[in-house]
């Protein structure tokens, strides 16, 4: 699976946009940018994923860079529930053996302030 | 649905002494994992299983050994505890979402504290 970077920490005001950044710019062309957060001590939770199209569902929106070396998570009205760590992970869509495994950075952390 | 449930949630150990962690889950899902986090730190695999009876080695197997005899439970054993070993420890189910993708489905973890 290719390697991604990100800054370890960023802040944002509530109700303001967050924007995450994500490098991956050895990524392959079948390799996916999947986005996970984990919110205190909980298990990491699934947030969007996409491949090359932007993507939006009910929680965020991704924005893929065309040479897909980077990517953006947007989460578009923080609140301080949204303060997490938030991990960029570019893995192959294939859900067998040891492929189906993910393999988590660091994440960055994102604070919500009042 | 509890999805993905883990006893216990805290446990503290001597080193040297074995315990047992317990992941279950109510959803059939075939893929099973457990990973370790430690502080500051992304998760790491330690093992996984594709199915009832079947294991495989994960980033960071050393010390650890699975089990897999039920399909809804997978097993996590320290023989010898070491403090090495403190850490949280997540279990996770692969299984589908939604629009044909898998996903992930993680347990609330284990917090380990090996002195």
């Known amino acids: 699976d290719a390697k991604t970077t990100q800054p370890p920490s960023m802040d944002c005001a509530e109700g303001r946009a967050a924007n995450l950044p994500c490098n991956h710019s050895t990524i392959s062309g079948n390799e996916y940018v999947y986005w996970y957060r984990q919110i205190h001590s909980q298990g990491p939770q699934y947030i969007i994923h996409g491949l090359k199209n932007n993507e939006t569902n009910e929680m965020a929106s991704l924005i893929i860079t065309e040479d897909r070396k980077s990517s953006t998570l947007i989460l578009p009205h923080a609140t301080l529930r949204d303060t997490a760590v938030y991990y960029c992970?570019?893995?192959?869509?294939?859900?067998?053996?040891?492929?189906?495994?993910?393999?988590f950075g660091k994440g960055i952390t994102l604070s919500v302030r009042p | 649905n509890a999805g993905v449930t883990q006893t216990p949630k805290f446990r503290v150990l001597k080193t040297g002494q074995s315990m047992t962690l317990l992941c279950a889950q109510d959803m059939n899902h075939e893929y099973m994992y457990w990973y370790r986090q430690d502080p500051g730190m992304g998760l790491r695999l330690i093992h996984y299983?594709?199915?009832?009876?079947?294991?495989a080695k994960g980033e960071v197997p050393d010390g650890y050994n699975v089990s897999r005899l039920k399909k809804q439970n997978f097993l996590l054993g320290l023989e010898s505890a070491a403090p090495s070993q403190t850490s949280v420890y997540f279990c996770?189910?692969?299984?589908?979402?939604?629009?044909?993708?898998?996903?992930?489905?993680f347990g609330p973890g284990t917090r380990l504290t090996v002195t």
């Open positions: 996770a189910a692969l299984g589908p979402a939604d629009q044909g993708r898998y996903e992930q489905y």
């Open positions: 992970i570019v893995r192959v869509a294939i859900y067998t053996g040891a492929n189906s495994k993910l393999t």
């Open positions: 299983s594709v199915g009832e009876g079947t294991t």
